[in-house]
């Protein structure tokens, strides 16, 4: 039996369940274009964001000319902010070009003393100075390439921090680093606006104090050993005396030698070479070898006194003193044998010259220069006073000059240093 109506309810629940299907994809094409929106929204973020980065970017290098033009950073700032007007202001012959010569003259040198002194091997102070010069061309080389670059990369590095940094300056990076952020934190102007830029500004300062105090030590020491190594050898050479001669030199002006440890050196190289000479119609006699060593290992020691008392000692002075402080750990040289690990942290500052000599002042006899019955040593200041030094304790000689030359004078170390090349 057929309900009346059923029909009609039947039509209104087609009806029904046809809009209802209708509403349902009209609902999944609207989430569909929702999403597809969604999708279109994230990509204009991203692409917006990277426009934002780029016109960061540019902002930051934007900022740099309203830094010169309206913040009044205080010169050389422009050394950073610019092309390196202060570095092009450097001698014109550079420092890399200068060491090079300086390094290779060294070189020469050690071979004539080489041949001077014979055998058996034994290191002289020119053995040791051409792989400390090469080591301060390396360090140089360094600094004029971070100097050449375009400071607006450098800033953008620095930004980075030390470790980024590390790849130009290795273990330097991190105290200089330091060194230069805190200073940038204390700039009256320091602002987010300049990221990496302030410190750059000072790690380029301090760069090029570096770089200068490197180079100019570098030449001031070899403009007074090469010509009185060059007088002393010339004369030898011709069968004269060569320390009689490199007195009359000294007494004329024309070399350097206030405290006489050149002449007193180089005396000792002098009758070193006659042992030398002994010992070839004697060569089994050890006394006579023994003489002959210690009068070299005193020549090198007194030649050292000199070269880093009377001319390295005034170069360290203002910000070079105060940056070797911050590197002193991190000091190095490299010669035949390898790396000769330098002063260790906290053992001290390589711009004190008793530090890095491996001596102590103590008191002494006056009117002489070496004292071999107890050791002492003398130097005498600007004013005339002498004053009286002795080696330090074993456990603060590790990484001094006394250290490297006592390990590296003589025996096989010594053979190889002697032949390496530079």
Same mark, same amino acid.
């Given at each position: 039996?057929? %309900? ?30 929702? =999403? ?5 929204? $994230?990509?204009?973020? #991203? ?6 980065? !780029? ?12 830094? @010169?033009?309206?913040?009044? @950073? ?10 390196? &007007?202060? =570095?092009?202001? @450097? ?19 050690? &071979?004539?003393? +080489? ?24 360090? %140089?080389? &360094? ?14 590095? $620095? ?55 490197? !180079?100019?030590?570098? #030449? ?9 190594? &060059? ?23 024309? @070399? ?34 023994? +003489? ?10 007194? %030649? ?8 390295? +000692? ?7 003193? #105060? ?29 004190? =010259? ?46 001094? %000059? ?12 010594? $053979? ?5 090349? !530079?």
């Amino acid at each position: 039996m057929k %309900i009346p109506g059923t029909d009609k309810l039947g039509s209104i629940a087609r009806a029904t369940a046809n809009a209802v299907g209708d509403v349902v994809e009209n609902v999944e094409d609207e989430a569909i274009a929702v =999403f597809e929106s969604a999708g279109d929204l $994230v990509d204009h973020v #991203r692409s917006d964001m990277h426009a934002v980065k !780029v016109h960061m970017d540019e902002a930051i290098a934007a900022s740099l000319e309203v830094a @010169i033009e309206h913040l009044h @950073i205080p010169e050389p700032v422009l050394a950073v902010l610019r092309p390196m &007007q202060a =570095f092009a202001d @450097i001698e014109s012959c550079g420092g890399v070009r200068s060491n090079e010569t300086i390094t290779q003259a060294y070189a020469g040198f050690d &071979q004539s003393f +080489q041949g001077y002194l014979g055998e058996p091997a034994v290191a002289n102070w020119t053995t040791f100075g051409k792989y400390a010069s090469h080591q301060a061309g390396e360090a %140089i080389n &360094q600094l004029e390439a971070i100097l050449a670059m375009d400071p607006i990369k450098l800033a953008k590095i $620095v930004a980075q921090g030390p470790e980024k940094l590390k790849q130009l300056l290795g273990e330097y990076a991190a105290p200089l680093f330091h060194d230069a952020s805190a200073q940038a934190h204390h700039h009256p102007i320091a602002t987010a606006a300049l990221p990496g830029v302030l410190t750059a500004y000072y790690l380029v300062k301090d760069l090029v104090a570096l770089r200068n105090g490197l !180079v100019e030590t570098n #030449r001031a020491i070899y403009h007074n050993f090469g010509p009185a190594f &060059q007088t002393f050898l010339d004369a030898e050479k011709a069968g004269q005396d060569g320390v009689a001669e490199l007195k009359n030199q000294v007494a004329a002006g024309k @070399i350097a030698d206030p405290g006489g440890l050149l002449v007193e050196a180089l005396g000792d190289y002098q009758q070193a070479h006659a042992l030398t000479e002994q010992l070839k119609a004697d060569p089994g006699n050890q006394d006579l070898a023994a +003489q002959r060593e210690a009068l070299v290992a005193r020549a090198n020691l007194l %030649i050292g006194m000199h070269e880093q008392y009377y001319v390295v +000692q005034p170069h360290f002075q203002g910000e070079f003193s #105060r940056l070797s402080a911050l590197v002193s750990s991190k000091l190095e040289v490299q010669d035949a044998n390898g790396k000769f690990k330098l002063l260790s942290a906290g053992q001290g500052n390589w711009a004190d =010259f008793c530090t890095r000599m491996g001596l102590v002042e103590c008191e002494g006899p006056a009117g002489s220069n070496a004292d071999p019955a107890n050791g002492v040593l003398s130097l005498v200041d600007a004013d005339g006073k002498p004053h009286f030094f002795r080696q330090a304790a074993a456990d603060q000689l590790p990484g001094t %000059i006394i250290d490297y030359f006592t390990k590296e004078g003589t025996g096989a170390p010594a $053979v190889a240093n002697m032949a390496g090349k !530079v």
